[in-house]
């Protein structure tokens, strides 16, 4: 039997464009993430140069893959006036309290779509891990911004996969909301399996578990509170299992951090380890991982996760408490304004949360009975 290319080792892709941007001091994108990230693993002796590459920014061309040109050139004018026209915000959702003007507006999300099909373009070319911590904008439309997302790199990722030839891809998404974005580009498409775990009745209000993006998706709305125990069965009765069988060449994986009980955004409350039980189960699925960011609006619950998720992928053991280096980055942070309290003294000392587990409710052993006879 012909054999493949050995895997490359897992690579990290972010952005100092990440460290001096912002969505504005009234906004959750107000608080550093991906800088976070990078500056933890690098504290802990997790990012060594060669297993780092900075992300690429994406030209008008290539975003062209799924955004209307128009859009991606009022993003770019938006960018140069330093705000919106009446005609951007109408037509394209920009300037709005949600979808701010901001210095890198165009910049910062056309540097993770950048990353995002760099990642793709890799993979595509060999079998291996990449973490694009700066992706994971699931709500981005082809013509408008929608929900903090302007760009959809998720999409565009999706779409590098299956222009390299790549027949059967499995999205799952962990973020406490719907991927309305994805959905909108992959239903009734046989190659793309999307399953999603988001709060019911939570903004897009999209998702609910009769919605089945024309066969490509599975949708499991949860409730508030939703706990690792119940995580861990969803995990076992629906994601692993739906992933199996559909025998991915590649897995796309977005950890949105907006699940966890610390975030301010949801009302969920999974700890960190219920997504890491999720990525080591996930990663044998798929030859190709590209493991992406997404929600998540408390900075130091953010960091944690996904620097957890780089050490799991780079092989690194998970220390159970922080080197002084490691910790000095976590106590640096802030809310940025916004009268939020301060963060649990195991936000600034420790890498991961105690479990979070409790009792699986009935509403959940019912749904995912449901969707088992799918």
């Given at each position: 039997m012909i054999q493949g290319p050995p895997p490359e080792a897992p690579l990290f892709i972010g952005s100092e464009v990440y460290r001096g941007s912002s969505y504005g001091p009234a906004h959750p994108l107000r608080v550093p993430r991906v800088s976070t990230v990078m500056d933890l693993a690098r504290a802990l002796g997790w990012l060594p140069a060669g297993r780092f590459r900075a992300s690429p920014r994406a030209k008008p061309a290539?975003?062209?893959?799924?955004?209307?040109?128009?859009?991606?050139?009022?993003?770019?004018?938006?960018?140069?006036l330093g705000e919106a026209t009446p005609g951007m915000r109408a037509r394209h959702n920009l300037g709005t309290l949600s979808n701010p003007v901001?210095?890198?507006?165009?910049?910062?999300?056309?540097?993770?779509?950048?990353?995002?099909?760099?990642?793709?373009?890799?993979?595509?070319a060999r079998p291996g891990a990449i973490h694009v911590p700066g992706g994971g904008t699931h709500?981005?439309?082809?013509?408008?911004?929608?929900?903090?997302?302007?760009?959809?790199?998720?999409?565009?990722?999706?779409?590098?996969?299956?222009?390299?030839?790549?027949?059967?891809?499995?999205y799952v998404?962990?973020?406490?909301?719907?991927?309305?974005?994805?959905?909108?580009?992959?239903?009734?498409?046989?190659?793309?399996?999307?399953?999603?775990?988001?709060?019911?009745?939570?903004?897009?209000?999209?998702?609910?578990l009769a919605d089945t993006a024309g066969?490509?998706?599975?949708?499991?709305?949860?409730?508030?509170?939703?706990?690792?125990?119940?995580?861990?069965?969803?995990?076992?009765?629906?994601?692993?299992?739906?992933?199996?069988?559909?025998?991915?060449?590649?897995?796309?994986?977005?950890?949105?951090?907006?699940?966890?009980?610390?975030?301010?955004l949801s009302r969920l409350a999974l700890s960190n380890r219920a997504y890491l039980e999720s990525v080591q189960a996930l990663v044998p699925l798929a030859p190709r991982v590209l493991v992406l960011g997404g929600g998540g609006y408390n900075p130091w619950s953010v960091g944690r996760l996904w620097t957890a998720i780089w050490g799991h992928l780079a092989g690194r053991e998970l220390p159970d408490r922080l080197?002084?280096?490691?910790a000095a980055?976590?106590?640096?942070?802030?809310?940025?304004?916004?009268?939020?309290?301060?963060?649990?003294?195991?936000?600034?000392?420790?890498?991961?949360?105690?479990?979070?587990?409790?009792?699986?409710?009935?509403?959940?052993?019912?749904?995912?009975a449901g969707l088992a006879r799918r």
């Open positions: 290539a975003l062209a893959l799924w955004h209307d040109p128009a859009y991606v050139a009022a993003l770019q004018q938006a960018e140069a901001f210095p890198q507006v165009y910049r910062r999300p056309a540097t993770g779509a950048g990353g995002a099909m760099l990642a793709a373009a890799l993979l595509a709500h981005g439309l082809p013509d408008r911004a929608n929900g903090f997302c302007y760009l959809n790199d998720v999409v565009l990722a999706i779409k590098v996969l299956q222009r390299a030839g790549l027949t059967r891809i499995a998404d962990l973020d406490a909301h719907h991927p309305d974005g994805v959905d909108l580009a992959f239903t009734g498409d046989p190659g793309v399996r999307m399953i999603s775990v988001h709060e019911e009745g939570r903004w897009p209000f999209t998702g609910l066969g490509s998706a599975f949708n499991l709305p949860v409730p508030r509170g939703y706990n690792d125990s119940e995580a861990r069965m969803v995990l076992h009765e629906l994601i692993l299992p739906r992933v199996s069988e559909f025998r991915p060449e590649a897995l796309v994986l977005q950890c949105g951090a907006d699940s966890l009980e610390e975030d301010p080197p002084a280096a490691a980055v976590l106590a640096a942070l802030s809310w940025g304004g916004g009268g939020r309290p301060a963060p649990a003294p195991a936000l600034l000392t420790t890498l991961l949360d105690a479990p979070r587990e409790g009792p699986v409710r009935p509403e959940i052993r019912d749904r995912l």
